[in-house]
T-cell receptor
Framework: DTGVSQDPRHKITKRGQNVTFRCDPI?????LYWYRQTLGQGPEFLTYFQNEAQLEKSRLLSDRFSAERPKGSFSTLEIQRTEQGDSAMYLC??????????FGPGTRLTVL | AQKITQTQPGMFVQEKEAVTLDCTYD???????LFWYKQPSSGEMIFLIY??????QNATEGRYSLNFQKARKSANLVISASQLGDSAMYFCAVPHSPSPGGTSYGKLTFGQGTILTVHP
């Protein structure tokens, strides 16, 4: 399978714990995006990487959130001291030069 | 800032009938595109169709077509011959184009979505 993959697919954690999600984009894609989607809403942009450089962060990305793409390939999204409001689907996409973005299956986070 | 509006929270259609899902957008980008995605209950986001703002003809892709009215800033999705498997959430989205010196190329702004239910 050469699509975008995300791991884990589901994560249940207790409030206050740290969680880390991984995204593996399509190998030749240099652009990588993270989005967050809450129930019944459209996805909202979190952050954008071009190769290893994080070029944009949304205001939604509080200090508890950090994202990396150290070698310009896979990316990780970490949430520290999780809160119940962090419960959402976290979507990763990748694209090349044109606008089409390919979505991963998402990581569904539940904070108890 | 871009704004995408989908005014229909939910739509119902009989199997084999056609249905139109509305989307209006507000963007200052002179050159833009518009995507439609389908999201079943499993959560995956499935690309359906793309319309470029300078495309002369409405985009079509199998049973999916766009009613693109540039002057009205609307790009409604038409699904013909609905199937039970079409039941899902549908989103329209517009990508940002780079502003001079900007770095937000490609990030998508989504509408609120429309839940489509196809009845047998």
């Amino acid at each position: 399978d050469t699509g975008v993959s995300q791991d884990p697919r589901h994560k249940i954690t207790k409030r206050g714990q740290n969680v880390t999600f991984r995204c593996d984009p399509i190998s030749e894609h240099n652009r990588l995006y993270w989005y967050r989607q809450t129930l019944g809403q459209g996805p909202e942009f979190l952050t954008y990487f071009q190769n290893e450089a994080q070029l944009e962060k949304s205001r939604l990305l509080s200090d508890r959130f950090s994202a990396e793409r150290p070698k310009g390939s896979f990316s990780t999204l970490e949430i520290q001291r999780t809160e119940q409001g962090d419960s959402a689907m976290y979507l990763c996409t990748s694209s090349s030069r044109n606008n089409e973005q390919f979505f991963g299956p998402g990581t569904r986070l539940t904070v108890l | 800032a871009q704004k995408i509006t989908q005014t229909q929270p939910g739509m119902f259609v009989q199997e084999k009938e056609a249905v139109t899902l509305d989307c209006t957008y507000d963007t200052s980008d002179p050159s833009y595109g518009l995507f439609w995605y389908k999201q079943p209950s499993s959560g995956e986001m499935i690309f359906l169709i793309y319309q470029g703002s300078y495309d002369q003809q409405n985009a079509t892709e199998g049973r999916y077509s766009l009613n693109f009215q540039k002057a009205r800033k609307s790009a409604n999705l038409v699904i013909s011959a609905s199937q039970l498997g079409d039941s899902a959430m549908y989103f329209c989205a517009v990508p940002h184009s780079p502003s001079p010196g900007g770095t937000s190329y490609g990030k998508l702004t989504f509408g609120q979505g429309t839940i489509l239910t196809v009845h047998p």
